[in-house]
């Protein structure tokens, strides 16, 4: 019954932009922590940006300032703006709900979409 669906995953050169939307059902949304999460083969899947039922926000170190994590409650959209971005940001980026803390950990969140994948060219 629940469903994460992710879109907005595309091919861009470094410096580009993309905007991610996962689009959320079958849960209440506005009570969840919502996160983004990325995966790189052969790495581990690390946490991207956070947002929660307050409106407080996360972000991994090496994207603050670049990116923007947003959601619509009357939507049930999770948002993840992506500016100035580097090859090193290539992944598949996974939506992801959850109630507890540390946001990192990939355990904390029970609900998980299928991935988008972004892909940075030099």
């Known amino acids: 019954q629940v469903q994460l669906v992710e879109s907005g995953g595309s091919s861009v050169q470094a410096g580009g932009s993309l905007r991610l939307s996962c689009a959320a059902s079958g849960y209440t949304f506005s009570s969840y922590c919502m996160a983004w999460f990325r995966q790189a083969p052969g790495k581990e899947r690390e946490g991207v940006a956070a947002?929660?039922?307050?409106?407080?926000?996360n972000y991994a170190t090496s994207v603050k300032g670049r990116f923007t994590i947003s959601r619509d409650n009357g939507a049930n959209i999770l948002y993840l703006q992506m500016n100035s971005l580097k090859p090193e940001d290539t992944a598949m980026y996974y939506c992801?709900?959850?109630?507890?803390?540390?946001?990192?950990?990939?355990?904390?969140?029970?609900?998980w979409g299928r991935g988008t994948q972004v892909t940075v060219s030099s």
């Open positions: 992801a709900a959850g109630l507890g803390d540390p946001w990192q950990l990939p355990g904390k969140f029970s609900y």
């Open positions: 947002i929660g039922s307050n409106g407080f926000t």
